[in-house]
């Protein structure tokens, strides 16, 4: 069974930066293509950042430049580096496939403070 762990969310202030982590089992995270994303209250879920197995990378078109998406193959493990936090980046944010989705972990929650 697929488990994937989000972990690295908090309090931060805007203009801050966090590092989220994402951690699979029952899966290799370099074999897809994954991708974080987040949800806002009273908001649909949306993709934020993608990364495919062969390492190609995609950025939401507003996010581009503050997120970074990167992959630590050793680890089994994906990161979202976030900087330059907004107080709408305020969501929970998870990590998944970008098709054919595995269960939804519990997802991490980024707060941003103005």
């Known amino acids: 069974q697929v488990q994937l762990v989000e972990s690295g969310g908090g309090l931060v202030q805007a203009g801050g930066s966090l590092r989220l982590s994402c951690t699979a089992s029952?899966?290799?995270?370099?074999?897809?293509?994954m991708g974080w994303y987040r949800q806002a209250p009273g908001k649909q879920r949306e993709l934020v950042a993608s990364m495919s197995a062969s390492g190609s990378t995609y950025y939401a078109e507003h996010l581009k430049g503050r997120f970074t998406i990167s992959r630590d193959n050793a680890k089994n493990t994906v990161y979202l580096q976030m900087n330059s936090l907004k107080p709408e980046d305020t969501a929970v944010y998870y990590c998944?496939?970008?098709?054919?989705?595995?269960?939804w972990g519990q997802g991490t929650q980024v707060t941003v403070s103005s």
């Open positions: 029952g899966t290799i995270v370099s074999n897809n293509d």
């Open positions: 998944n496939r970008i098709q054919w989705y595995y269960d």
